[in-house]
């Protein structure tokens, strides 16, 4: 069993290499910082302004169908391009390095109901967006060796539009997060033939401390070296190196395990709670995947209230990651808030 350390410690990512300061007694310490003002989300589930609702037109003079689950559309706005200049070219010396970089950036609008997050979503209605998921990778890797996933939920989180959405980027270089990933994860391959993935989730089980929420496919944990105060990795238990593997059944729980994680987070502290959160998928260009293990990262800023977020400043800007919260205590106080979310507790609602 792994010690649940009270005192000052470091934990190391396995899967990016870095190290993460954790220093428990920090957590009572008295509070007279910045607060952040708490989003109030009692939103229509139609709005005219909207430029994702069903039917709106957006900025480019696009009109969205009157779709019934999931819309996915090109960004508008897109950080990435198909194609470049004929003539684009960059510096690449010893002490000016830089790489050209095309790809495509789309937007999928998760539900037309524009008050809705994935954490009041039924559990069929996410079903929807994880075979959306699903087809927008199947697709974009064919032509794009990574393909990322991820959704900016929250304006603590810089998301300037409350309809639920997310987003895709794709592209043929390797992010920084993947290519450590991919470093790691072969590394440890290669010295004990397992997958890293596979032995940690067995692992995480097995102590139970840090688990919060399981099923027969997915596992939901604080993992060991998080360094936001409520960050969790959603990890799958089957041999899935990517979503192009992901069955029927196995989507389903996915969308349960989603359901459940969400809206445990919003529990915590009775507020639409903010994160950004991604899927890592292996390369598509790999010639072997057996040492990936599909998996989702969850960071969420909030520490101690829904107005009161963890800054990543200072130390862990100039230094290395650091938090107050255990692992062990976050994953306790997400499991206390398992269960029926709390705008639909009839104690809130009274």
């Not at 032995?199 to 401390?209: N, V």
């Not at 939901?220 to 593997?245: C, G, I, M, R």
């Not at 598509?284 to 990262?297: F, G, M, P, Y």
Request: hydrophobic content about 35%; proline content about 4%; some cysteine.
């Amino acid at each position: 069993m792994t010690k649940q350390y009270e005192f000052t410690h470091r934990r190391k990512n396995l899967l990016n290499g870095e190290w993460v300061l954790v220093s428990p007694h920090r957590n009572n310490r008295p509070w007279s910082g910045a607060t952040e003002t708490q989003s109030q989300l009692d939103l229509p589930s139609y709005d005219e302004k909207c430029p994702l609702c069903a039917g709106n037109t957006r900025a480019n003079g696009e009109s969205n169908p009157d779709y019934a689950y999931t819309h996915v559309f090109k960004n508008d706005f897109g950080a990435l391009t198909e194609t470049l200049p004929e003539d684009a070219s960059v510096d690449n010396d010893d002490l000016f390095q830089a790489d050209l970089a095309t790809g495509e950036a789309r937007v999928i609008c998760f539900s037309p109901d524009h008050s809705k997050t994935l954490a009041e979503m039924a559990v069929n209605e996410i079903n929807h967006v994880v075979d959306t998921w699903q087809q927008q990778y199947q697709e974009l890797s064919q032509r794009y060796r990574c393909v990322h996933l991820f959704e900016n939920k929250g304006e603590m989180m810089g998301c300037s539009q409350p309809h639920p959405h997310g987003q895709v980027w794709a592209h043929n270089h390797y992010s920084t997060e993947i290519a450590r990933e991919e470093q790691n994860q072969l590394a440890y391959f290669d010295k004990h033939k397992r997958a890293l993935l596979d032995d940690y989730a067995t692992r995480e089980i097995s102590e139970k401390s840090r688990v919060v929420f399981e099923n027969e496919a997915w596992l939901v944990v604080v993992p060991y070296w998080a360094k936001w105060p409520f960050e969790t990795l959603l990890l799958t238990k089957q041999n899935h190196a990517d979503f192009n593997s992901l069955d029927e059944r196995s989507k389903y729980l996915l969308s349960e395990a989603i359901h459940v994680l969400t809206s445990s987070y919003d529990n915590v502290f009775n507020c639409s709670f903010p994160y950004s959160m991604g899927w890592h998928n292996a390369p598509s260009d790999i010639e072997t995947k057996e040492h990936w293990r599909l998996h989702a990262h969850f960071y969420p800023p909030l520490l101690r209230s829904a107005t009161v977020k963890k800054h990543m400043v200072g130390y862990e800007m100039l230094a290395e990651s650091q938090r107050d919260l255990t692992a062990e205590t976050a994953a306790k106080i997400l499991r206390d808030a398992r269960g029926t979310h709390y705008k639909q507790n009839t104690q809130h609602l009274a």
